[in-house]
């Protein structure tokens, strides 16, 4: 049989059109209903099904966004011997926070190499869910509060992944914006909102990344479960942004047959615990029920024939008819580009003359936290990694120090889930503190107590924060060293915003360093010691407090006691809604200090026809090597329709030694002067006068220039 195969695929092969498609059409055309079906859903865990008979492989999946997971064998049976140790690299977050698409192609390459030598076909990642409330558990995942930014990264992230020979996931289609009753809630958002923020990350994965698979979430979109949606997956998805590859269901995300045969699912995954301990594959939706309705004519096998020429069509692209790469395991190369995304990644927000230490200078060092020493990779949820290794901060600190400096640990707090502060604790961190020239407290917030899924606590899959308030009463223990000794650096670990309000005014030095992955600690020290002069940029705004955030100020977050999430803050996501409202953050949108400083002149904007060329110069104006991102936002003076006050439509990073200066140039192409007319159902470009605004943040805008349309 298979020899009469290969001779049909080779007859096929001398057809005109695609050969691929030749190959698929053919190969579909041996298939029985049966067969067809096996394919659109779970064989297991991890895997769907595959046609043996015609060499079709089971197509095998793992998460995650930031290191390949650890195996969970067939069907959650945890497979004890497995080697299943990755490289853990640094959080969405973090990678989002270096603002350099470069990094976000090595990051790609190094998960999908690791994919590749795990034997994974699709790596379920990257999370690419708009930052909409700092509350989200899933937010250390994700990258941003806006698109454009997540468009760039995602985009870097999806073809690294892709050129390793891997399939990337794009995650999670579309809005699931939190996780509380992720399962069940039901969002509505107006067409704008909907067209001008939470599409174009997908929208640019699929046509500038060229993603092969997206997951549908859990949540519903205007009634509908995104993961079978007419509107999201055939109408916009598949026709009008062309996607050709598969639509595969968040596990367990599937709920109608029907639905899932009409509005798009082209794979149901989704055994998990209740199944065990045998998964019946039989009861999925999208298995028997599809065969007997197929049989009695009330589904046209057509339905799907197009399912399965989308996941065989990803299989050819992923050569798995062929000789795929053998990948690798945490090399060398692998860790050197952790480091550098963590290093990149890591945000300086406040800096009053402390920072950089000098090594020779610096005799003594209190290192307070939990986090100091806390390991982070195996928490989260799905995006766990079973880490090769992953250096703390205390063990950067100490490597870097190598025995010219004395260090002095102490705990601070305890990780427990009473949270309630611990007065001896206390004390040790104070004592320790006033005994030494520098504190380096490390605190923030944490995934899980343990790895495991039910011990989640702040950053964490399947529930939100309950606040932005550090837990384990580190605000008291903030505040009684910062008293102790005023040259605290303060470095907090975790995925977004924290209420700081009760003792910023007393910290001179403040890093963000998100969940900087295994070489996180390592890097960390470097940027304190100044061998790396920090560059990272928030990615999300931080406000001073919950009911600053335009999600929380309208009360439009979690949803209503129907599960009904309105929301209503539409455009204003973000700095969007802080600008445009005149609202103070603590840190805004783009934020992130150096040890150098930059000067922006000459700007230049030249227009021709519908595009923009906005030229400038940066020079390093400090006294060390740094790296500068410029970022570049438009604001419509003269609209017609409610637009937010700016939004970021260019960026770049640029690495400067001191004295040198760069001239930049970038394109701002019709698209960053558009809005969505929901009437027109289209993206118009309103003729008037445009502010295009250059500068380091969101908010420390440098040059200024208008344009007229
Ligand atoms: C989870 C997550 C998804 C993950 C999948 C498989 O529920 O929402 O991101 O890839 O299931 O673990």
Same mark, same amino acid.
């Not at 690299?89 to 973090?94: A, D, E, Q, S």
């Given at each position: ?61 793992s998460?995650g966004?930031h290191g390949v997971r ?14 299943d140790s990755a490289s853990y690299l ?17 990051f790609g390459k190094v998960l999908g190499s690791e994919a590749n030598y795990r034997g994974k076909?699709?790596i ?37 992944i892709?050129?390793q020979?891997v ?126 309705? @197929? ?31 053998p990948g690798a395991l945490n090399t060398?190369e692998h860790?050197?580009i952790a ?27 209190? @290192? ?17 990694v079973?880490a090769k ?224 060329? @906005? ?18 936002? @438009? ?75």
């Amino acid at each position: 049989m298979l020899l009469s195969l290969m001779l049909l695929l080779l007859a096929c092969s001398t057809n005109k059109q695609d050969p691929t498609e030749n190959k698929i059409d053919s190969l579909i055309s041996l298939m029985t209903l049966e067969e067809k079906v096996n394919m659109v859903h779970a064989s297991s865990s991890f895997t769907s099904g595959g046609v043996e008979r015609l060499g079709i492989p089971e197509w095998t999946m793992s998460d995650g966004p930031h290191g390949v997971r650890k195996e969970h064998g067939r069907d959650w049976v945890a497979d004890s011997d497995a080697k299943d140790s990755a490289s853990y690299l640094p959080t969405g977050i973090t990678l989002a926070a270096t603002w350099n698409s470069d990094l976000g192609y090595a990051f790609g390459k190094v998960l999908g190499s690791e994919a590749n030598y795990r034997g994974k076909d699709v790596i379920l990642g990257p999370g690419i869910n708009i930052m909409r409330t700092p509350l989200n558990g899933r937010n250390f995942e994700y990258l941003s509060e806006d698109p454009l930014l997540i468009s760039k990264m995602a985009v870097g992230c999806i073809k690294g992944i892709q050129d390793q020979g891997v399939a990337a996931c794009v995650k999670h289609y579309l809005a699931n914006n939190q996780e509380y009753e992720r399962n069940f809630v039901n969002v509505e958002m107006s067409e704008r909102t909907l067209r001008e923020i939470y599409l174009p990350g997908f929208k640019a994965a699929v046509q500038e990344g060229g993603a092969l698979t997206l997951m549908g979430s859990y949540n519903k979109f205007r009634g509908q479960y995104c993961t079978h949606h007419e509107y999201l997956i055939n109408k916009v998805l598949k026709e009008e942004y062309g996607f050709k590859g598969a639509v595969i269901s968040d596990w367990g995300a599937v709920h109608n047959t029907l639905e899932a045969l009409k509005f798009g699912t082209d794979v149901e995954m989704g055994t998990d615990l209740s199944m065990l301990p045998t998964p019946n594959y039989h009861n999925f939706f999208m298995a028997d029920t599809v065969i007997s309705l @197929v049989k009695s004519g009330q589904v046209q096998e057509s339905l799907l024939d197009d399912k399965v020429r989308r996941i065989l069509r990803v299989m050819f692209k992923t050569n798995m008819f062929g000789k795929r790469a053998p990948g690798a395991l945490n090399t060398p190369e692998h860790q050197a580009i952790a480091l550098k995304i963590a290093e990149e990644g890591i945000v300086l927000l406040k800096n009053n003359a402390i920072l950089p230490l000098t090594k020779a200078s610096t005799k003594s060092i209190a @290192v307070i936290g939990a986090n100091a020493t806390r390991k982070h990779a195996g928490g989260g949820g799905s995006s766990q990694v079973n880490a090769k290794y992953e250096i703390t901060p205390l063990e950067g600190l100490t490597s870097l120090a190598d025995g010219g400096i004395t260090i002095k640990y102490a705990e601070g707090y305890r990780i427990v889930k009473d949270g309630k502060a611990d007065k001896k604790l206390i004390e040790e961190a104070v004592k320790a503190a006033a005994g030494a020239e520098v504190a380096i407290y490390v605190g923030g917030f944490i995934h899980g107590y343990s790895d495991s899924w039910n011990d989640n606590a702040f950053d964490s899959e399947g529930q939100d924060k309950p606040s932005m308030n550090l837990p384990f009463a580190q605000d008291e223990l903030i505040a009684a060293v910062l008293k102790a000794n005023p040259n605290t650096i303060i470095v907090l670990y975790g995925g977004g915003p924290v209420d700081m309000t009760k003792w910023i005014d007393n910290a001179k030095s403040i890093i963000h360093a998100g969940y900087p992955g295994m070489e996180g600690g390592k890097a960390l020290a470097k940027i304190i010691f100044g061998e790396v002069n920090p560059s990272g940029k928030l990615t999300v705004t931080f406000p001073k407090k919950l009911d600053d955030s335009p999600a929380h100020v309208l009360n439009a977050y979690p949803g209503d006691s129907s599960l009904n999430e309105e929301y209503k803050e539409g455009l204003l996501v973000g700095y969007r809604y802080f600008d445009t409202k005149n609202v103070e953050p603590q840190f805004v949108f783009g934020h992130g200090l150096s040890y150098t400083t930059f000067g922006y002149s000459d700007l230049t904007l030249a227009k021709s026809d519908k595009m923009v060329t @906005v030229k400038l110069t940066v020079k390093n104006t400090g006294h060390v090597a740094g790296a500068e991102v410029v970022q570049v936002y @438009v604001k419509d003076e003269q609209a017609s329709v409610e637009r937010p006050d700016k939004e970021l439509k260019a960026f770049t990073k640029i690495f400067l030694n001191p004295g040198e200066s760069k001239d930049v140039s970038l394109v701002l192409n019709e698209d960053a002067f558009q809005y969505y007319d929901d009437v027109k159902h289209q993206f118009v470009l309103e003729a008037g006068r445009f502010n295009i605004q250059v500068g380091s943040s969101s908010r420390n805008i440098t040059l200024k220039g208008d344009i007229e349309f």
